[in-house]
């Protein structure tokens, strides 16, 4: 069964860094791109950014940009958001979610994690 | 990098069918076929529903149906449920190697 289980929200102060985390199980991580996805309260989806199996391709929404890094360590079957200088603006739930790239579509996604960003 | 546009809201009685609109740019819907829909209840995670325009996943019901023309896709919900009762959203990958999520509608079961 495919699973991904995301870690790391929690409530930080504008300015402040965060480093969210994706456990996966249940599929080859090494053969998938991967991609992280936010919602803000009450509001509609929004793509963050998405890495290559070998994580040599990364690509991010043009509002994260030179703050947010995504990585990954197949070994550890783990996807990861590093978020930086962060933004009340940036509060969501941040979902990660499996890419099939050939598609282009999003076919299992974690539960999320809540990113709380004060101001 | 704007949201694709979708209605806020539609509504059908039990056993009706509807159609969800998803109208973005050459850029995006109308240069890809990598267009998707999603499902979320309220709490939960998106549920993938149709990829590639108009394909479905194992699981999902044939009353789920998908199409585009031109710069808009479409989403139909034949013989509608009151477990449909959702948000629904599309997506579509861009020119630039990124992806976009439509507004965003609400389905309603009178």
């Known amino acids: 069964e495919v699973q991904l289980v995301e870690s790391g929200g929690g409530l930080v102060q504008s300015g402040g860094s965060l480093r969210l985390s994706c456990a996966v199980s249940g599929f080859a991580l090494r053969t998938y791109w991967m991609t992280w996805v936010r919602q803000a309260p009450g509001k509609g989806l929004e793509w963050v950014a998405n890495i290559k199996q070998d994580g040599n391709e990364k690509y991010y929404v043009d509002s994260v940009k030179g703050r947010f890094t995504i990585s990954r360590d197949n070994a550890r079957n783990s996807l990861y958001l590093q978020m930086n200088s962060l933004r009340a603006e940036d509060t969501a739930v941040y979902y990660c979610?499996?890419?099939?790239?050939?598609?282009?579509?999003?076919?299992?996604w974690g539960q999320g994690t809540l990113v709380t960003v004060s101001s | 990098q704007s949201a694709l546009t979708q209605p806020a809201s539609v509504s059908g009685s039990p056993g009706q069918s509807i159609t969800i609109s998803c109208t973005g740019t050459?850029?995006?819907?109308?240069?890809?076929?990598?267009v998707s829909w999603y499902q979320q209840h309220p709490g939960k995670a998106p549920k993938l529903m149709i990829f590639?325009?108009?394909n479905r996943p194992s699981g999902v019901s044939h009353r789920f149906s998908g199409s585009k023309s031109g710069n808009t896709a479409s989403l139909t919900i034949s013989g509608l449920q009151a477990e449909d009762e959702a948000d629904y959203y599309c997506s579509s990958k861009t020119s630039s190697n990124t992806y976009v999520f439509g507004s965003g509608t609400k389905v309603t079961v009178l």
């Open positions: 979610a499996r890419e099939d790239v050939t598609t282009g579509d999003f076919d299992y």
């Open positions: 590639d325009v108009s």
């Open positions: 050459s850029r995006d819907v109308g240069g890809y076929n990598y």
